[in-house]
């Protein structure tokens, strides 16, 4: 069970200032923009910390314990736009770790050193038009000549992927099908025959910018293989379950603020003579939601501890695929229910929840939807291989 320590305190107090400070009062220009200057924005972040908590401290790392995730997770959670904390967390949980468990010391101090200085932006690149949820589909192909990796094929939905200077790319190397044959390799963007085909309208997290790529007969020194050639569907499962717990810490972070702003809401609004708090529906609505919340929150502690202890690989997968499917739909629930309660000012763009609601359906399709989420359980449990 998770105690906090004071320096654990004391970090998320700075996390939560600069959350304040340099992230919220850009929100709605952000927004706007479709794009968030990334390149700003992380060499702060570097000096904070934030992106490499865990990592070694050779590589620039705070070789800090995964507590301190969970608290950066859950305070970026409370961010006012939800792409600024997708796009770290890209970063941070998605695009890195794979590199900082396999990569060579080389790859390391070219690509993952200045990662974590925010001197470099990451982008993970694994989903492509006609692969999302069965990874094991993916197309995209680097056949090797000489020293080099030929690289063909197109990457879509990539978070960063407009900005970022390297990505962690998943591409077959063999004829083998399935899960076997594939590598993960780093990707650096400036190099001939990698293009940007297409930003992409989203419907939410609309601060982060969502790419198509596009790889025509690029080249890339076979010496930017992360880890083993043949083991990137592994080396990338094993990252997955990064991306889902950084998720699952972000969505408690959002979901108890907006409850407390809902909260605030309800009982300033008067309706037939009394505040909207003074309705018992509403008190358990509300009541159950925070309940609901605090639970997950719990089960989160649960992981991060789970993590912190180097508990099995297999009941880490099991319990941040819960953590992640239950965040998802919870989340869901909790936007909706902000929206209702403040009625009509809730579906306005002036008001917080509009922006909420939107950022919050992301959660159960992304980083694996709520169904690959579940058939994981399923496998795990043996329910069934479905
Ligand atoms: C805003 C955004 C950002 C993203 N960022 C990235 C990124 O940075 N890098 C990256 O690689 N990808 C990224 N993605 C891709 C994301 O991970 C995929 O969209 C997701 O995994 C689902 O894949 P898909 O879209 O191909 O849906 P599909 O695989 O076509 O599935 C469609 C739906 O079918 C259902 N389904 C699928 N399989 C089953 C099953 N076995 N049983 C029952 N139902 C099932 C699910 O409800 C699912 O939502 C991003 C997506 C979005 C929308």
Not at 105 to 128: F, S
Request: charged share 25%; proline share 3%; with cysteine.
């Amino acid at each position: 069970m998770t105690v906090f320590t004071g320096e654990h305190e004391m970090f998320r107090q700075s996390v939560r200032n600069f959350v304040e400070k340099e992230i919220n009062p850009h929100a709605e220009a952000w927004e706007e923009a479709g794009m968030f200057p990334a390149h700003e924005l992380f060499p702060k972040l570097g000096a904070l910390g934030v992106l490499g908590l865990e990592y070694d401290p050779a590589y620039g790392g705070q070789g800090a314990d995964h507590i301190y995730t969970a608290i950066y997770g859950e305070e970026f959670g409370r961010a006012a736009t939800g792409g600024v904390a997708m796009a770290v967390s890209v970063q941070t949980d998605m695009a890195t770790p794979a590199l900082h468990r396999f990569g060579s010391e080389d790859l390391k101090e070219r690509y993952l050193t200045p990662a974590i200085k925010g001197e470099m932006v990451a982008a993970i690149a694994v989903t492509e038009p006609d692969a999302g949820s069965d990874v094991a589909g993916i197309r995209t192909r680097a056949v090797r000549d000489g020293d080099e990796w030929v690289i063909n094929g197109t990457k879509l939905y990539i978070t960063n992927g407009v900005q970022a200077d390297w990505l962690c790319l998943l591409v077959r190397t063999s004829e083998e099908g399935g899960h076997r044959g594939m590598t993960q390799i780093v990707v650096p963007t400036e190099v001939e025959g990698f293009s940007v085909s297409r930003k992409l309208d989203k419907l939410g997290q609309r601060s982060s910018d969502t790419a198509e790529l596009s790889f025509v007969d690029m080249r890339v020194p076979v010496s930017n293989t992360i880890g083993e050639i043949g083991r990137g569907f592994q080396q990338q499962m094993a990252q997955f379950q990064n991306e889902r717990l950084i998720a699952a810490y972000m969505a408690c972070g959002n979901m108890r603020l907006a409850l407390d702003r809902t909260v605030a809401y309800v009982k300033e609004r008067q309706a037939f003579g009394r505040s909207l708090a003074d309705n018992q529906w509403i008190q358990f609505r509300l009541a159950e939601l925070v309940a609901e919340v605090d639970l997950l929150r719990q089960y989160n502690y649960a992981c991060a501890d789970a993590i912190a202890a180097g508990s099995d690989p297999i009941m880490i997968t099991k319990m941040a695929s819960i953590a992640k499917l239950k965040s998802g739909r919870l989340q869901r629930e909790v936007a909706d229910w902000c929206m209702q309660f403040h009625g009509g000012i809730g579906y306005m763009e002036e008001t917080w929840t509009a922006r909420y609601f939107r950022d919050s359906r992301l959660l159960s399709i992304g980083g694996g939807a709520d169904e690959v989420m579940l058939r994981i359980i399923a496998q795990l449990e043996g329910i069934g291989n479905g």
